[in-house]
């Protein structure tokens, strides 16, 4: 496992835990175990997700240092606009049981474009307060990042969007690494819609999971990516991608695979 620098200097793992849906405390003990034991080093929840408490206690009754480990949340839809941002922000650090975030994200843009802006006011504030290591968005077009920066705004740092196979989203990922922002993929295994001819055909040539096949496709271009699992054995199996590489006509079988297949809003017309 290695770690990519993002715009600002700030070293980021290129992959990670993502602990959506986990909400029983008893699972986020198992699964924060087994991640750093399995050598995860980065951890990605949301205020949406209502468990950043338990993913805080997860990590503390862990014993992992501070430094050591890379804590992402994200601003959730009710808590947007200036004031709620940093209010919101404080109770995340504590639920997290930390006094910083490595990065902390927009959750959605929607359209109203002050809106946006104040929220990442807020946050640009939080980052030169020393509360946050890095600044970025979710689910947001070359638009929506436009509005962030017109008036000599912070860039992103990282865009974590939705990107699988069957929804790669490849001219916003060619965009965004044109700009030197970092993109993060959300359900890169498409909630477990990957058990398909192609992917299983190369998962044989390589003697791999059809999961470890994906993410390595996601790492192989240069996209950080962040799996979740409760499993012990998916979370050992899902990191086991950096001992073997996908050929160049494999990436590009991958890349062909899009269907336009979302599991996600649509960013063009989604609003809160």
Known sequence: MYNVTLNNGVKMPIFGLGVYKTLD????LHAVDWALKAGYRSFDTAQMYKNEHLLGEALE?????REEIFLTSKVDLGNTGYEKTRASFAESLEKLRTDYLDLFLVHWPGQQK????ETWKAMEELCAEGKIRAI????CKPRHIGWLTENGGTLPAVNQIERHPLFNQQQLVE?????NIYVEAWAPLARGNILLPEIQALAEKYKKTPAQIVLRWDIQS???????SVHEQRIFENVDIFNFELAEEDMRLLGSMDAGESTG???ETFDY
């Open 25 to 28: 405390m008893e699972e986020m």
């Open 61 to 65: 009754r862990s014993g992992a240092a």
């Open 114 to 117: 002050e809106r946006l802006q």
């Open 136 to 139: 970025g968005v979710c689910n």
């Open 175 to 179: 965009w965004c690494q044109k700009q």
């Open 222 to 228: 240069n996209c950080i990516t962040i799996p979740k």
């Open 265 to 267: 809003w649509d960013l």
